[in-house]
């Protein structure tokens, strides 16, 4: 039953390889797109078994927005460019921390003032507090093995 198999699968092999080159030479894109080239018989096939399309040519602004000629490939790994500026010194750096540290007490401050904000924060203390409450009465109900 194997080797009946293995026959059948030898007989469509060379037509499988003769489709896929034939396929590969239809798509290959070797071919100058502006000029018309004879349609080949793959391509008619696939057209009139509704496979395959015409494209049509790009509209006016399509073309007329594309540059003259072709743009430089850019490199894949290349290094990217140091950023201007200088490196920051340790008093520098600890200054820009203290300036950060002295704006967040400051929306620290308007935040707590704020009523809504406020009553979050105590909703929140308080849910807490329930749950570790809750958490600590389910602790003592559960027998010790």
Do not use: C, N, Y
């Not at 003769?18 to 797109?33: E, F, K």
Request: net charge positive; proline share 12%; no cysteine.
């Amino acid at each position: 039953m194997m080797s009946g198999l293995w026959r059948e699968g030898m007989r469509t092999a060379p037509l499988i390889v003769v489709v896929t080159l034939l396929g590969a030479l239809a798509a290959s894109p070797s071919r100058a797109q502006d000029a018309p080239q004879p349609e080949s018989p793959l391509r008619s096939l696939m057209r009139g078994a509704g496979l395959a399309t015409d494209v049509d040519p790009p509209p006016d602004f399509v073309v007329q927005s594309r540059p003259a000629q072709q743009p430089a490939s850019i490199p894949v790994f290349a290094t990217p460019a140091e950023p201007p500026g200088t490196i920051k010194t340790a008093k520098e750096l600890d200054a820009m921390d203290s300036d950060l540290a002295a704006v967040g007490k400051r929306h620290d401050a308007l935040r707590a003032a704020f009523p809504p904000s406020a009553k979050a924060v105590a909703e929140a203390a308080a849910a807490k507090k329930a749950k570790s409450e809750k958490k600590a009465a389910a602790g003592d109900a559960t027998p010790k093995f």
